[in-house]
Every structure is written in C-alpha cells, then in structure tokens.
C-alpha cells in the first residue's frame, strides 16, 4: 500500500468493531485505491496482535491469494487467476470481458452463507465496482441489502456516480484524494521516472496514472485499429482540449498538453469538444470499430489551431 494512503486506513482501524458491512472506496484512477482496499481486506482477515501482522496464517495466505475467506470479484480483462486448463482453443482466443459477471456475484452464494472458515470475517473484494452491469448490480445489492453475519464487502470505485443510486446507499463512503503534490513527486522519483513534473500533471496529479503514462508515453494524436487504444486518445484529446480552452482564458495548461497561444474567442469550441470526448469515453467500452470511432473523434477536434505538443 502506498504511505499516503496510510492515514486511511489507520482511521479503519480505529473503528475496527464498528467497521459498516460494506465500504465504498472511491476516487481518482490512479491513487492507489485498489492496493489500500486490498490492504483493509487483508487488515479484516489478520489474526495477529497488530493488523496486518504480515506474520500469521491469515496474511500468509492472503498474499499467496488463497485466503478461504476472501473473494475477488473483477472482469475476466483483469483477473489474475490463469485460464481453467480445459478451456478450448475458440475459447481461449475469445476476448476477455470488461465487466463482471452476474455469474460471479451468484457464486458468491455458498461463500457467503457458510460459515467463515477461520472463524472471523468473511471479505469480499469488487473491483471497479462500475465494471458491473445492471442484472449484475441486481444481484450484488441482494446480499448488501441482507448481508450474512460477518461478511464485509469492499467496492473499489474509479467512478462511483455510474453505481446504483441503490448499491451507493448501503455503503459507507470512504474517499482517497490525490497526494500532496511534494509526496507524489518523490515517490515517482523513486521509480525511476523521468521528468515527474510533467508526467504528474499530465495525470492530473495521479501518480500511480502517471508511472503508466511515462512508461508508454502519451498516445499520438492519430486514428487507432484495436479497442483498447481507444479510451487513452480520448483521454488525450480531452486533456488537449481542456488545456487549450485554460490557455485561451489566460490560465495556465493543467495537462502540459501543449504551450501554444489560444484566442479567447476559441474557449468555448475547447470546452464543448472537451465535453464530447468525456462522453466519447465511456463509449470506448463498447464494441466499436476502433478506426472509425477514432477517426470520428479526431475529426471534431477544433480547428485552426497547432497540433499540441505530447509530453515526452
């Protein structure tokens, strides 16, 4: 877990016998809410003295990942179970799913209504709570709205206003801002990455976003041919316009997109194509056809301005 992450959970453990029977954690991409939920499960299952001890059986098998009560539910695309070996060839070269599956929450149900096999809680992890279609949120917010004795759940949540008004409500929130600037700085020099200034702010202030950002670069500003490539040059194109629509109100670029000279009276054609690749973004999910949808959207960038620089 990341140190500034760290006050957040010394707050859990405070309330550690008060602890609500679902946390919602909640905040930017990138600021280490995955590694302090996982934390806190790990925290909830600990049977030393200090929690988490890293020394029992418990924690032992939590960092192995086979705690017998801890469950993990995240889309095929980011699991890191491997593939059953008697999977066919066609279903090994089937594309893996972005959502979780209503299948997952409904094998759930054994693990929740037997016993805790160690005699404690029993956690369930879902990460990003969003991933979660309709039918599946159904059938989650069943045991969230009768949860068994001693079972926790832990949402982890990029964008909790896309989650059921009904799932936000029986969770107790519990929001990770950005770090401290000085903080984020240092931990990316410690990484090794270059230029941590400018990596930082081209992920608005998210250092975790910006390790990965320095580690592949900045997309170009051309039409892509595979999904996944989609939703990093809408993220581009939108920090690119909000940048320019900052510059054209004599503000300074946020995203260090570019440094170009922006009339004011642009502003708000920024702002507007800002707005559509926010709303192109969470298309990019969707089947499409990469190198139309691209092109599409590179096609209503505003015009008569210099292409922005890309931070190097």
């Not at 302090?36 to 049977?47: I, P, T």
């Not at 599946?136 to 001693?150: D, F, I, Q, R, V």
Request: aromatic content about 6%.
């Amino acid at each position: 877990m990341h140190s500034w992450n760290q006050p957040i959970l010394d707050s859990l453990a405070q309330r550690l016998e008060r602890l609500p029977h679902a946390l919602l954690v909640h905040g930017p991409w990138g600021v280490g809410k995955l590694a302090l939920a996982e934390r806190a499960a790990q925290f909830l299952l600990c049977e030393g003295q200090k929690k988490p001890c890293d020394a029992c059986d418990a924690c032992r098998w939590f960092r192995a990942g086979n705690h017998p009560d801890f469950r993990r539910l995240e889309p095929e695309a980011l699991s890191k179970e491997p593939p059953p070996e008697d999977e066919t060839p066609a279903r090994k070269t089937k594309q893996p799913s972005i959502e979780i599956k209503i299948e997952q929450v409904r094998a759930l149900a054994d693990f929740l209504n037997v016993g805790s096999h160690r005699g404690g809680r029993r956690v369930t992890l879902v990460h990003p709570a969003e991933h979660m279609n309709v039918p599946t949120a159904n059938a989650l917010l069943k045991g969230l709205e009768e949860p068994p004795a001693s079972a926790v759940f832990i949402l982890v949540s990029h964008r909790p206003a896309q989650l059921l008004p009904t799932i936000r409500s029986r969770c107790v929130a519990i929001p990770v801002p950005l770090p401290p600037r000085d903080a984020a700085i240092g931990w990316l020099s410690e990484q090794g990455v270059k230029d941590p200034q400018r990596w930082l702010a081209y992920a608005g202030g998210a250092p975790l976003r910006a390790v990965e950002h320095a580690a592949r670069g900045a997309p170009a500003l051309v039409p892509v041919d595979v999904r996944e490539a989609l939703e990093p040059l809408a993220e581009a194109l939108q920090k690119t316009a909000l940048d320019h629509a900052l510059l054209a109100f004599g503000l300074p670029a946020k995203y260090q997109t570019t440094g170009a000279t922006v009339a004011r009276e642009r502003a708000g054609d920024w702002l507007a194509f800002a707005r559509q690749m926010g709303e192109d973004r969470l298309l990019c999910r969707h089947p499409l056809n990469p190198r139309l949808f691209s092109a599409a959207m590179l096609a209503a960038m505003p015009s008569g301005s210099e292409t922005p620089q890309r931070p190097r």
